[in-house]
């Protein structure tokens, strides 16, 4: 399923980023659009603040939100990371020692319980990353390019693309 980046409209949120000397990021700015004029944005800062009206050029970095999103896979990933970690340990520590006087605790059925409660300590792990990816939104941004426009009569002016 592709995603489309959504349009430069007023409502929407953005990020702006300006590029500075030997091109470093300076500051960030992230707000609502309020209007937009050929190649100015007037913007209302999240942070509170007086409007800002930003002139757009091919040194900003403009970026539109494209929604809030959830990381269910992620955390069931890391989760399942995590618990094979735990479960590894489980069985590090939990080592049986086999001997003469007690054979019946290196037997068959004491592996197959720890495999089952490795397979339980991973699942817990697993779980608990889903549920908590799940909990935590993040905001997804989409890139919009600013781009160089020729005016009539030979003049520079800036774009966006869609």
Request: proline share 6%.
């Amino acid at each position: 399923m592709a995603q489309t980046t959504p349009p430069l409209v007023p409502g929407n949120r953005i990020r702006i980023r300006t590029l500075m000397e030997m091109g470093f990021l300076g500051e960030r700015l992230d707000g609502t659009v309020e209007r937009i004029s050929g190649d100015t944005v007037v913007v209302v800062p999240r942070a509170g603040g007086e409007r800002q009206s930003l002139l757009l050029d091919p040194e900003t970095e403009l970026f539109v939100s494209a929604g809030r999103r959830t990381s269910i896979t992620r955390g069931a990933v890391i989760g399942a990371l995590v618990g094979s970690v735990g479960a590894g340990a489980l069985a590090l520590f939990s080592e049986r020692e086999c001997s003469d006087a007690t054979p019946e605790r290196c037997a068959p059925a004491h592996r197959t319980d720890d495999v089952q409660q490795s397979a339980l300590v991973i699942g817990v792990g697993t779980l608990s990353g889903a549920i908590l990816g799940g909990l935590v939104r993040h905001e997804v941004w989409k890139r919009l390019p600013v781009l160089p426009k020729v005016l009539p009569g030979g003049g520079f002016g800036f774009s966006f693309a869609f």
